[in-house]
């Protein structure tokens, strides 16, 4: 039997990043994916093929719309060739899968292909992809077996119409109407993907805001500029039924008022969050508690009940992010390197990769004034700036949001070109606890997005911005 000083059960972006970290440590590491190509939800069927189908769009959106205003002509219509952009999509993933399956080899991590159950707490099944079954010993595991779409109870996913994201990554037409249920991060990227493709687009939420969760300026902000693209909104819906009728869908909410709304289209993107995965995991023969979601149960170290066992990503509490996943993976293998790792979890950003696209870190003015702390605001629109009108992406605006007393920054929040890596900039000054006048101070070159991050900075700092 093969044993390990770790055993990493996953390979997304919290799976591969923990076995990688324990093997620099000096950890014989081995990591056991049920599916043949590594990298989980993230490098499959998340964030790098939506992020590779956002960009196509993207292209084809401003071949249409903008050439012609920047004085390119193309002689004949522009069309979408919609199997050529998911199989340059696909190529990505494989391109991208094959770079872990490298970076497992260089790190000489034994990689298993195959379903993991636990046997006990330091012994773990394998189910092989060539049908054979395997028994690993190791001392230490990290659980890291993600989600999965979730859906709502009454809807049967039939995965052809009535869809979750994994299959709108891979549509063969371009859907006449597609109906969005959540006006989530996931929701938002492929309903503009598809909208900008020619889809009509229908958003349905729940709640009385797109993108809940994230500073109440940004969501009316994405949504007046969503609206401009002609993307539909009804917010306060509750769904209640979803069925299909040929090759109809026809979903039924209630509005605000209680009343009956009907919706038809020819595809249903059911997008309301994701589920903790831990099917066939057989946690209980280790003796693993889930907590009342489903989700592995950890302490601050990312430790289980089980003190040699550990959990990390999409799987334990917190945001279902990718970089939270591989912030959560390293410092599992510190930790059992014997080194005191720590993470800010207020630091990490978050991001919707729309276009305009929304970025954020820290507090938000909501949860800033229900905590009660003094702050004070300081705000610059995209317009203003040269870069923004030179490249026509002027819609959106940087907000930081800084102590009234000390001026040290709790929060940035933007929405506009390129700010998921503008975003980075507030994450550092926020991990080196600057103040609103630090960032101020700093020389930001000229002409770019990130001069607009200086000028909320001098808003916030003393109302006094340069170019507005
Ligand atoms: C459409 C979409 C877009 C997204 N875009 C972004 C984005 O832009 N940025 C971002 O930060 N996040 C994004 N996310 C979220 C991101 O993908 C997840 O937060 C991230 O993948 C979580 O990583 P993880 O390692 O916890 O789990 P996962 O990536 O879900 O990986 C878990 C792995 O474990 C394997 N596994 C499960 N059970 C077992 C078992 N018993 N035995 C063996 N293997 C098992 C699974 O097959 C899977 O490969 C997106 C998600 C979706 C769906």
Not at 307 to 333: C, F, P, W
Request: glycine fraction near 10%; include cysteine; hydrophobic fraction near 40%.
């Amino acid at each position: 039997m093969n044993q390990y000083d770790v055993a990493v059960i996953g390979s997304g972006p919290g799976g591969y990043v923990a076995a990688i970290r324990c093997a620099q440590l000096g950890m014989k590491t081995a990591i056991i994916e049920k599916y043949p190509t590594l990298g989980g939800t993230c490098l499959n069927v998340g964030c790098i093929p939506s992020k590779a189908l956002l960009d196509s769009s993207h292209h084809y959106e401003d071949a249409v719309k903008h050439f012609e205003e920047h004085g390119i002509d193309i002689p004949g219509e522009v069309k979408v060739n919609l199997e050529q952009m998911i199989s340059r999509k696909q190529g990505v993933v494989e391109q991208t899968t094959k770079g872990i399956q490298f970076l497992m080899d260089k790190n000489k991590i034994d990689v298993y292909e195959g379903l993991g159950s636990f046997k006990d707490a330091t012994h773990i099944n394998i189910a092989l992809a060539n049908g054979k079954k395997e028994t690993v010993e190791a001392k230490n595991t990290i659980i890291a077996t993600g989600s999965k779409p979730s859906t709502l109870p009454f809807i049967k996913l039939d995965k052809e119409r009535i869809i979750t994201s994994t299959e709108a990554l891979k549509l063969k037409e371009v859907p006449k109407h597609m109906i969005v249920i959540g006006g989530g991060v996931i929701g938002l990227e492929l309903g503009q993907v598809y909208k900008r493709l020619g889809s009509e687009v229908t958003v349905v939420e729940f709640m009385d805001r797109i993108i809940p969760g994230m500073d109440g300026g940004l969501s009316k902000e994405l949504m007046r500029s969503l609206k401009k693209q002609k993307m539909k909104f009804n917010l306060s819906h509750k769904v209640k039924s979803v069925e299909r009728v040929g090759d109809e869908v026809v979903v039924k909410a209630d509005d605000k008022k209680g009343q009956e709304v009907t919706f038809k289209g020819d595809y249903c993107l059911v997008s309301v969050g994701r589920r903790p995965y831990t099917d066939g995991l057989n946690a209980e023969a280790a003796g693993v508690k889930l907590d009342e979601r489903g989700r592995v149960e950890v302490n601050d170290h990312l430790q289980t009940n089980v003190s040699n066992i550990y959990a990390i990503g999409d799987v334990v509490r917190g945001a279902m992010l990718a970089h939270k996943a591989e912030e959560e993976g390293t410092l599992v293998a510190e930790t059992l390197a014997g080194q005191k790792p720590h993470i800010n979890y207020n630091l990490i950003p978050g991001v919707v990769y729309t276009w305009p696209e929304v970025a954020a870190v820290g507090k938000t003015e909501e949860q800033l004034k229900e905590e009660g702390v003094a702050y004070k605001s300081g705000q610059f629109p995209m317009r203003a700036l040269g870069r923004a009108r030179a490249s026509m992406d002027i819609d959106g605006f940087v907000k930081i949001l800084a102590d009234k007393k000390t001026d040290e920054v709790l929060g940035v929040h933007m929405i506009g070109a390129r700010c998921a890596d503008l975003i980075t900039e507030g994450v550092t000054a926020m991990e080196f606890r600057a103040s609103a006048e630090d960032i101020a101070r700093m020389s930001h070159a000229h002409p770019t997005y990130a001069e607009a991050v200086k000028e909320a900075a001098l808003a916030a700092t003393e109302d006094r911005p340069i170019h507005i």
